[in-house]
């Protein structure tokens, strides 16, 4: 019985030391849709933000003759419309640009994929605004 005790009391304070050394990781990943303009695609682009590592993932759903676009809002948020940056996939249907940043933990951030003409500027067919945290 007191072999089982002290096995026990060793495997708990392990259980303790791996748990206290690992990192906290408290955030939130998101998506965002944007709409399509071409019938039998589902979305134009699809617009992720991951919470570990805060990468931003913008994907080109659709060959549609779009590129895809993503606005990010990061937090203390922009009023009216505003965004702080904006992520192009310029390099067609199913190609994916990745974006890497660094934020403190727990700050919020918000997307919203659409679609483009980089060149012009013109853009649009923007699905919802989604918010996630780092």
């Known amino acids: 019985m007191r072999l089982a005790?002290?096995?026990?009391?060793?495997?708990?304070?392990a259980a303790l030391i791996l748990v206290s050394g690992s990192p906290a990781h408290a955030g939130t990943s998101v998506s965002s849709w944007g709409q399509s303009v071409k019938s039998g695609c589902s979305s134009g682009s699809h617009g992720k933000f991951e919470d570990y590592g805060e990468w931003f993932r913008l994907t080109d759903t659709c060959a549609d003759g779009w590129s895809a676009v993503m606005r990010v809002d990061v937090a203390p948020y922009q009023s009216g419309d505003g965004y702080d940056f904006v992520i192009w996939n310029s390099n067609g249907s199913g190609s994916t640009v990745s974006v890497n940043k660094s934020y403190a933990e727990g700050t919020g951030v918000c997307i919203q994929a659409g679609l483009g003409e980089r060149s012009s500027g013109e853009?649009?067919?923007?699905?919802?605004?989604?918010?996630?945290?780092?």
């Open 5 to 13: 005790r002290v096995f026990g009391a060793v495997v708990a304070t």
């Open 123 to 134: 853009w649009g067919w923007f699905g919802y605004w989604t918010c996630g945290v780092a």
